[in-house]
C-alpha cells in the first residue's frame, strides 16, 4: 500500500480478495483511498501544465453553526506534509462562513485530501452538535451516548468521541472510550432479563458480580409494570441499588413524563429517595427537557445524535502565491478567524 499521488497510482491498487470489510482502513484513508477521483485527475493536469506546487491558502468553512470536532483526525492526515495548519480547538463552537481550518501549502500536499478532510470535519461537527443540544436540554444532569448500533460499526467510535466532545458525560462504545482516556459506560440489555426470565434475580447477579465501586442501575421495564419492578429490584439490592432505567418501548407508549413522576413517587414513598431514575429510548431535546422536569436523573441517547446531519463544510482557495483569489460569488483573500490556534 503505498500514498496516491497520481492516477497511474489508483490504477495500481489492488484489493485482497478475501477482505471481509468495506470500510476503509485507517492506512487506506492516510493514503488517500478514500479521495474523490478527480482531485487525483486534477494534479495530473497541473502537473502538465508545471503548476501542482504553487503555494495555495485553502480555508474550511461550514454551511451552518455548530460545535467543532475531528480536527485530531484531519491534523493526522497532513502532519507529514510540508504545511502550515491552523484551526479551531476541538468542542469550539461555530458560525455559518466562519474559518475552521487554514491551510498553507503546495497545492499537491493539500488537494488529494480536501475529500478526506470536509468528511471528517462534516460528520464529526454534526454529531458533536447534536451532542451540544442534548447537553443543553440536560441542564447539569449527565447524559451518555448510545448511539454505535445505529451506524456502522468502522464510524461508531468516531461518532460517540465526537458527542463527548459535544458535551457528552460518558460513551458506551469501548473503542471510543478508550481514545478518550475513560472508561466505557453501560448497565445490561434487556436480553439478560428475557434469557433468566426475571429481572430481580438478574439484579441480584449483577450485584455480585460486578466490583463495589460500579454503579448498579438495573432496566425495570421487561416484565412488570414499571413502578412495582423498580420496588422489587430496590428491595432487594438495598443500598447497593444506585438507579433504575426506563426504556419503555414505543409500542407501550414509550417513556412518559407521567410514567417517570410515578416511579418517582413510589421509589420515595418507599424510603428509596436516593435511587436514581435513568431514562433511554427515542430521546431528543424537546423530551429530555420534560423528563428531566418530571424526575429523570440522567439519560441514555442513541439515535438523536447518531442520526445527526453533518455540517456541511466546504474548501476554497483564498490565495495563491500570497495573491488573493476566490471564485465568483466569493470574497478573494483570507477570512480571517482570531480563535484559529496554530497546529503545525
Not at 35 to 47: A, C, E, K, S
Not at 147 to 156: D, F, L, Q, T, Y
Not at 293 to 312: K, P, Q
Request: aromatic share 6%; hydrophobic share 40%.
Amino acid at each position: 500500500m503505498a500514498e496516491i499521488r497520481n492516477l497511474a497510482d489508483v490504477k495500481k491498487i489492488e484489493l485482497d480478495p478475501n477482505r471481509q470489510i468495506h470500510s476503509a482502513g485507517e492506512q487506506e484513508i492516510l493514503d488517500g483511498y478514500t479521495t474523490d477521483i478527480y482531485f487525483v485527475r486534477t494534479v495530473d493536469i497541473l502537473d502538465s501544465m508545471g503548476i501542482a506546487d504553487k503555494t495555495v491558502t485553502a480555508e474550511i468553512f461550514p454551511r451552518k453553526p455548530g460545535i467543532f470536532a475531528g480536527i485530531q483526525e484531519a491534523f493526522n492526515a497532513l502532519k507529514n506534509k510540508d504545511l502550515e495548519i491552523w484551526a479551531l480547538p476541538e468542542g469550539e463552537s461555530f458560525e455559518g462562513k466562519e474559518t475552521v481550518m487554514r491551510i498553507i501549502g503546495s497545492y499537491r500536499e493539500i488537494c488529494i485530501y480536501e475529500t478526506i478532510l470536509l468528511g471528517i470535519l462534516a460528520s464529526s461537527c454534526g454529531w458533536a452538535t447534536a451532542a451540544r443540544e442534548c447537553r443543553e436540554a440536560c441542564k447539569d444532569k449527565s447524559f451518555i451516548v448510545f448511539g454505535s448500533r445505529h451506524v456502522h460499526p468502522s464510524v461508531a467510535p468516531v461518532m460517540e468521541r465526537a458527542a463527548f466532545i459535544g458535551g457528552a458525560n460518558g460513551v458506551s462504545n469501548i473503542l471510543a472510550a478508550k481514545l478518550l482516556g475513560i472508561e466505557p459506560s453501560g448497565t445490561l440489555p434487556h436480553a439478560s432479563f428475557l434469557i433468566a426470565g426475571d429481572t430481580v434475580s438478574v439484579a441480584q447477579a449483577y450485584d455480585n458480580t460486578m466490583p463495589e465501586d460500579h454503579k448498579r442501575i438495573v432496566l425495570i421495564d421487561t416484565f412488570k409494570d414499571e413502578a412495582e419492578e423498580a420496588l422489587r429490584v430496590a428491595k432487594a439490592l438495598g443500598g447497593n441499588l444506585y438507579g433504575i432505567r426506563l426504556d419503555t418501548p414505543s409500542e407501550r407508549g414509550g417513556v412518559t413524563a407521567e410514567l417517570v413522576k410515578e416511579v418517582r413517587a413510589r421509589l420515595d414513598m418507599e424510603g428509596y429517595n436516593e435511587v436514581k431514575i435513568f431514562v433511554s429510548g427515542g430521546l431528543y431535546p424537546d423530551k429530555i427537557k420534560l423528563l428531566s422536569e418530571a424526575g429523570a436523573d440522567s439519560f441514555g441517547i442513541g439515535s438523536y445524535i447518531s442520526g445527526a446531519s453533518a455540517i456541511d463544510m466546504t474548501m476554497d482557495l483564498k490565495e495563491i502565491e500570497g495573491k488573493p483569489i476566490a471564485k465568483r460569488g466569493r470574497i478573494p483573500g483570507r477570512v480571517e478567524n482570531p480563535k484559529l490556534i496554530r497546529l503545525k
